[in-house]
Nanobody, 126 residues
Framework: QVQLVESGGGLVQAGGSLRLSCAAS????????MGWFRQAPGKEREFVAA????????YYADSVKGRFTISRDNAKNSVYLQMNSLKPEDTAVYYC???????????????????WGQGTQVTVSS
């Protein structure tokens, strides 16, 4: 099973930017859709963004559309989340995840996420 490790979180002022990275090891990265999720204190985990297995299609939550960009580099077994124009409501622990099923995300958003990272904290101050 693939292991996922997120990095790049931190404290930033509102309006600032951060770039999260998620490195995969110990399993197969290419061929699987990837996603980013987040969980704020006292709230349920929510979908943020996803990218198809081949990188051709991306999907975003309405709350981050136009501000966040997901990308992947299969040669580096990594997926990224560029976050711009950050808002205090973006404060959360951010997790990356891998879809359980191969070759998804080309026509519909991937939904069967299995492997999860440990998360990275993002705090946006007002």
């Amino acid at each position: 099973q693939v292991q996922l490790v997120e990095s790049g979180g931190g404290l930033v002022q509102a309006g600032g930017s951060l770039r999260l990275s998620c490195a995969a090891s110990g399993g197969t990265f290419g061929g699987y859709a990837m996603g980013w999720f987040r969980q704020a204190p006292g709230k349920e985990r929510e979908f943020v963004a996803a990218i198809s297995w081949n990188g051709d299609n991306t999907y975003y939550a309405d709350s981050v559309k136009g501000r966040f960009t997901i990308s992947r580099d299969n040669a580096k077994n990594s997926v990224y989340l560029q976050m711009n124009s950050l808002k205090p409501e973006d404060t959360a622990v951010y997790y990356c995840a891998q879809d359980k099923t191969r070759f998804t995300g080309s026509y519909l958003p991937p939904t069967n996420f299995g492997s999860w990272g440990q998360g990275t904290q993002v705090t946006v101050s007002s």
